[in-house]
């Protein structure tokens, strides 16, 4: 029987810290990112770029492992 896949693979895994925002500015996404396997690292400034990080991390890991 082959071995099972872990439910949650460490090559997914990003560490994600967000900035505290200044008491009455807009509510706001803004922090670091960083995806654990590679070392990668992204400051970011709204969701978008947050999201933007991880969909490309996610698909060179994807792309490595469909790699022969």
């Given at each position: 029987m082959a071995p099972s896949q872990?439910?949650?693979?460490?090559?997914?895994v990003f560490v994600v810290q967000f900035r505290?925002?200044?008491?009455g500015a807009p509510a706001?996404?803004?922090?670091?990112?960083?995806?654990?396997v590679s070392g990668q690292v992204a400051c970011f400034?709204?969701?978008e770029e947050?999201?933007?990080?991880m969909m490309r991390v996610l698909a060179?890991?994807?792309h490595q492992?469909?790699?022969p």
């Open positions: 872990p439910s949650l693979p460490s090559n997914r505290t925002q200044p008491p706001g996404y803004a922090g670091r990112v960083e995806h654990l400034h709204s969701l947050l999201l933007a990080f060179e890991v994807r492992t469909d790699a």
